[in-house]
């Protein structure tokens, strides 16, 4: 079900920002706009609509508007034009005060460069949110060890900021924003500062944070391959203006233009194409379709991982849904087709 909806958002960066908005509407690019009237365009026409408990992530390179989206969300700014919705409520209609008690109740930040208080303790520093929202010192601080204790850092509540390494900080950020129990997660840049390996770690201690708690997470990064790992959906941004949306695999298999084909043209497919992307479905009708001497997949199963079980068992693969059910069919051929593509 749909709880984000960004409608027609479109920003202006400029003292007048009117004429630059009216050439955009029409159309023109940014590069010309900018010629025209000395004003950038932060985002055109973008629309999205994002489903509650989904990870979504924006990817663009620098300059593309990821990052001046995402701040939309929590109004750290404004469009020039169009609606931003949740749960059907135009949060540029808030007030002030109405503002502020949605952003501590409803949202939870976690930044690129962290954002920690270093006068701070860990412990102090994820109880923060909790702190301004005037929750008793007691309840914050036991919430705050749960949390510590989730992401892997007990041990650490009485460290300093500048004691931990980059990734262990950046652990300490993720448990501030999940111990104000937020519905959304906005997470711009969240793991570029990180070295490689550190940044693997984070993203997988992400993937399994979700699959327990099922928040919905708008995620923004540059990184293609990080995106495909991350995301339930990708939206794809280039000079402000939305190229396409879809699942991990459509963005690969279907590129919708030059600049998407460029991405993902050296993209490891069997690290992004899943079962139910390449098998043979079946319905109510065929449900004898298959052999109980074949294995059983999960429909989200990798093709990396799926490879070696389809040359163990060639005549073929089961593959079932989160209940067990089988909904389709994999055959060696077919994996070995995915992979040639």
Not at 34 to 47: E, F, I, K, R
Not at 254 to 277: C, E, G, H, M, W
Not at 313 to 337: E, M
Request: net charge neutral.
């Amino acid at each position: 079900m749909s709880y984000i909806d960004i409608r027609n958002i479109y920003k202006i960066f400029g003292p007048n920002p009117q004429k630059a908005l009216t050439l955009a509407q029409k159309g023109e690019n940014k590069n010309d706009i900018l010629t025209q009237t000395g004003h950038t365009v932060g985002l055109s026409n973008v629309s999205l609509s994002i489903e509650q408990g989904e990870t979504f992530v924006v990817m663009g390179l620098s300059g593309s508007g990821k990052s001046t989206l995402i701040r939309h969300l929590n109004r750290l700014i404004d469009p020039t034009a169009g609606e931003i919705l949740f749960g059907g409520e135009n949060i540029l209609n808030m007030t002030t005060a109405r503002l502020n008690a949605f952003r501590r109740a409803k949202l939870g930040m976690v930044f690129q460069r962290f954002g920690l208080l270093p006068h701070c303790t860990v412990l102090d520093n994820v109880a923060y949110g909790l702190k301004i929202q005037k929750t008793d010192r007691q309840k914050r601080q036991d919430a705050a060890r749960k949390w510590i204790e989730r992401v892997g850092l007990a041990g650490y509540e009485d460290s300093f900021p500048d004691e931990l390494s980059g990734g262990m900080q950046q652990r300490v950020g993720l448990a501030r924003a999940l111990t104000t129990n937020p519905e959304v997660l906005l997470m711009d840049e969240a793991f570029s500062a990180l070295d490689p390996l550190i940044r693997s770690d984070m993203q997988d201690e992400l993937m399994k944070l979700q699959s327990e708690l099922h928040k919905t997470i708008v995620f923004i990064t540059h990184d293609l391959d990080e995106a495909l790992k991350l995301g339930d959906r990708i939206a794809i941004l280039k000079d402000g203006a939305m190229i396409q949306v879809g699942r991990p695999e459509e963005i690969v298999m279907k590129p919708a233009d030059d600049y998407v084909r460029a991405f993902t043209r050296d993209i490891n497919r069997s690290r992004v194409l899943r079962a139910k992307t390449l098998m043979m479905p079946i319905d109510d009708n065929t449900q004898q379709a298959g052999s109980g001497d074949w294995p059983e997949i999960a429909a989200d199963m990798r093709l990396e991982d799926i490879l070696p079980i389809a040359i163990a068992c060639p005549a073929g693969i089961n593959v079932v849904n989160h209940k067990q059910q089988r909904i389709g069919t994999l055959s060696k051929d077919q994996v070995i087709a995915a992979l040639a593509a």
